[in-house]
Structures are given as C-alpha cells and as structure tokens.
C-alpha cells in the first residue's frame, strides 16, 4: 500500500526506468504557483506578515498587476476621462483594465 501522503492529488506521479530496466513510479511535490502580474508577467516579491489581513493587497488591482503596470493604467484611464486621448489609442494589454 501506498503511504498516505502520496495519495494525495498534490503529489505529481512521473514515471521513471531504472538502470537495471524495472519500471518505477517517482512521487514528486508540485511547486506552488507563484503569483505574477496579468499584463508583464513579473512575479511578485512575497511579503512576511504575521496578521493575514496584512499581507493581502489593498489597492486596485491588488494580486493581479504589479506597480508599475497599475500606474501605466490608471494614466490610461485618466487621460479616457479627460477626453485627451480616444479609447482605440489605448493598448490592448491595458483595455481590459482601463475600461472595465
């Protein structure tokens, strides 16, 4: 029987041959998915907290894009607002964000 902890769905079962030819199946951890911005794909740098409501993001956006990425959209949507700038002069990778 197979021990208990690798009979969860978080363990990732690869297939292996050993050199003497048997068959054998490796159980390995999956990483964690690390969290990175929507529109430039740069990971994000994780915080230590130790109240949980501290380490979640308060702002717009918060967990989806990074710094700079929201301020490049909020320009976007001011300059919208302002009218100094058409909504097809904005880029595709910020539209979801600035009009939404």
């Known amino acids: 029987m197979v021990k208990r902890q690798q ?14 030819g048997t068959n ?13 911005c929507a529109v430039c794909g740069k ?3 994780k915080k230590k907290a130790k109240v949980k409501s501290s380490r979640r993001p308060q702002r717009m956006y918060g967990g989806q894009l990074c710094s700079n990425c929201l ?3 909020l320009k976007y949507r001011a300059r919208l607002n302002e009218s100094k700038i058409k909504q097809e002069e904005v880029p595709l990778i910020y539209l979801k964000y600035v009009v939404g």
Request: charged fraction near 45%.
């Open 71 to 73: 301020a490049d959209v």
């Open 7 to 20: 009979r969860s769905t978080s363990y990732r079962r690869v297939a292996r041959k050993t050199a003497k």
């Open 24 to 36: 054998l199946v490796k159980v390995k951890r999956e990483d964690k998915h690390k969290a990175s």
């Open 43 to 45: 990971e994000y740098i």
